[in-house]
């Protein structure tokens, strides 16, 4: 029989903290508390207390050192719209806003993200109603599967605002050119590039992008 020692203790701690905000964390195979071969419990490595901001939310979690942000969302947290495809900063499935960028969170780890402003695709909606991507994303038929999409969501939030200021991209036309970047098939897929879609939906998602900058 497993007793709880104090890691467990810790967790639960931390998960009735957590659910004090309004959270429901949960514990999973990366919480600090794992059974070994021979059936006694220890807890994890250095674990730490961090409090992340997700959503407007605070998480008050304890994490080790080693655990990232993608799997602190998805494992701690339990906001699993963020999905892992290739844990290697490849495929794009992890895409997050962090203080409005965007980042591949299985590339980041969760320490590191203390006071920062994580925003995740369940964050997008506004008072019930879709973001403008997500609204496109449906009206472009732009997934198939849908493993992808919620990367490829977060991500085009933050290439509409980047274009939006101006930030040239390595197919923009005349970088000296202040202003908005215009926001053409080619200046889409460059900057999508970082998300990749298995099923292909590559055109529903360029035209789907466009339609939420006003571009189509
Ligand atoms: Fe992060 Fe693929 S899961 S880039
Ligand atoms: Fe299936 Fe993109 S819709 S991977």
Do not use: W
Request: glycine share 10%; proline share 4%; aromatic share 4%.
């Amino acid at each position: 029989m497993i007793q709880m020692d104090s890691s467990k203790r810790r967790f639960m701690q931390s998960a009735a903290a957590a659910a004090a905000f309004g959270s429901v964390p949960y514990a999973t195979a990366q919480s600090a508390v794992r059974d070994t071969a021979q059936g006694t419990v220890v807890r994890g490595e250095h674990v730490q207390p961090l409090t992340l901001n997700v959503n407007g939310r605070p998480y008050v979690l304890e994490v080790e050192p080693r655990v990232t942000l993608l799997d602190a969302l998805r494992e701690y947290i339990g906001l699993t719209g963020t999905k892992k495809g290739c844990d290697r900063g490849q495929c794009g499935a992890c895409t997050v806003l962090v203080n409005g960028r965007r980042i591949n969170s299985c590339l980041s780890l969760a320490l590191a993200h203390a006071g920062d402003d994580i925003v995740t695709v369940e964050g997008l909606a506004r008072g019930g109603r879709a973001h403008p991507v997500q609204a496109a994303f449906v009206e472009q038929d732009a997934f198939q599967c849908g493993y992808c999409t919620p990367g490829q969501v977060c991500s085009a939030v933050a290439l509409l605002a980047e274009a939006a200021a101006g930030a040239a991209s390595a197919v923009t036309g005349d970088v000296r050119k202040l202003g908005p970047v215009a926001l053409s098939d080619d200046e889409v897929r460059e900057r999508m590039s970082g998300n990749i879609c298995r099923c292909g939906a590559y055109p529903n998602i360029v035209a789907a992008v466009k339609k939420a900058g006003g571009a189509a």
